[in-house]
C-alpha cells in the first residue's frame, strides 16, 4: 500500500539533545513538506523540498533542519537551539507543486522535551 | 502573502443537521486551490475536498460541500446530515504561490462536535 511512514509516534527528548524525525513515502510524489500542530495554532510549516537535494524554509525553520537525499525521505532535525519543540509534527507529500493537489499526510510525531 | 482565516474555534451540531465551518482566504494569485481536512483525534490528516479558483460550480464529495464565494473570498465547508463520527477537529487550507512555488497554508482549524 502506497502512503507516509512516519518514525517515531512518540518521542522524549531531554532538554539540549537534538532528535531526528523520520518521514519515508512510496507515492513517488517530488514535493515533501514538514508541519508543526500547537494546539489553537493550526498547522505552520517549517520545510519544504520540491526536488531531491533541495529544500526551502518556511515559516517557522529556526531550530530544525532537514536532508532530501533520496526522493523517498525527508528527515527532519530538532535541534537544541528550538526553544520550544515541544509539539505534534506532521509529514506531508504532494505531487510536484502546484495548486490541484492534495497533500498526503503520516500518522504524525508527537515530540515532548522533558 | 496568503492567508487563511477560521473564525470558529469550535462548533456543535445535532446528529443529522447540517453544519457549516466558515473558511475565508487572503491572496494575490490568481490560480489558487482551496483544501478542506479533517483531523481526528488520532491525529492524521483526512483530505475531503478540492476547490479551483477556476472552477464555476461548488465541489461536492458525498456529504461534503464547498460553499466557494469568489467576490468574498470565503470557502465554507457544508456537512450535511452530520454524523458522530464527524467530530474532530477541520482544517482550511490553500495552494496558492509564494517565491514561484505553490505551498499550502493552513488555518488554525474547527473543532466539531457532533452531539447524539
Known amino acids: 500500500d502506497g502512503g507516509i511512514t512516519q518514525s517515531p509516534k512518540y518521542l522524549f527528548r531531554k532538554e539540549g539533545q537534538n532528535v531526528t524525525l523520520s518521514c519515508e513515502q512510496n507515492?513517488?510524489?517530488?514535493?515533501m513538506y514538514w508541519y508543526r500542530q500547537d494546539p489553537g495554532q493550526g498547522l505552520r510549516l517549517i520545510y519544504y523540498?520540491?526536488?531531491?537535494?533541495?529544500?526551502q524554509k518556511g515559516d517557522i525553520a529556526e531550530g530544525y533542519s532537514v536532508s532530501r537525499e533520496k526522493k523517498e525521505s525527508f528527515p527532519l532535525t530538532v535541534t537544541s537551539a528550538q526553544k520550544n519543540p515541544t509539539a505534534f509534527y506532521l509529514c506531508?507529500?504532494?505531487?510536484?507543486?502546484?495548486?490541484?493537489?492534495?497533500?498526503?499526510f503520516g500518522e504524525g510525531s508527537r515530540l515532548t522535551v522533558l | 502573502a496568503q492567508k487563511i482565516t477560521q473564525t470558529q474555534p469550535g462548533m456543535f451540531v445535532q446528529e443529522k443537521e447540517a453544519v457549516t465551518l466558515d473558511c475565508t482566504y487572503d491572496?494575490?494569485?490568481?490560480?489558487?486551490?482551496l483544501f478542506w481536512y479533517k483531523q481526528p483525534s488520532s491525529g492524521e490528516m483526512i483530505f475531503l475536498i478540492y476547490?479551483?479558483?477556476?472552477?464555476?460550480q461548488n465541489a461536492t464529495e458525498g456529504r461534503y460541500s464547498l460553499n466557494f464565494q469568489k467576490a468574498r473570498k470565503s470557502a465554507n465547508l457544508v456537512i450535511s446530515a452530520s454524523q458522530l463520527g464527524d467530530s474532530a477537529m477541520y482544517f482550511c487550507a490553500m495552494s496558492a504561490t509564494s517565491g514561484g512555488s505553490y505551498i499550502p497554508t493552513f488555518g488554525r482549524g474547527t473543532s466539531l462536535i457532533v452531539h447524539p
Open positions: 506531508a507529500s504532494s505531487w510536484a507543486s502546484t495548486n490541484t493537489g492534495e497533500l498526503f
Open positions: 476547490q479551483g479558483s477556476y472552477d464555476q
Open positions: 507515492l513517488n510524489h517530488d514535493a
Open positions: 491572496t494575490s494569485d490568481p490560480s489558487y486551490g
Open positions: 523540498s520540491q526536488i531531491v537535494n533541495d529544500f
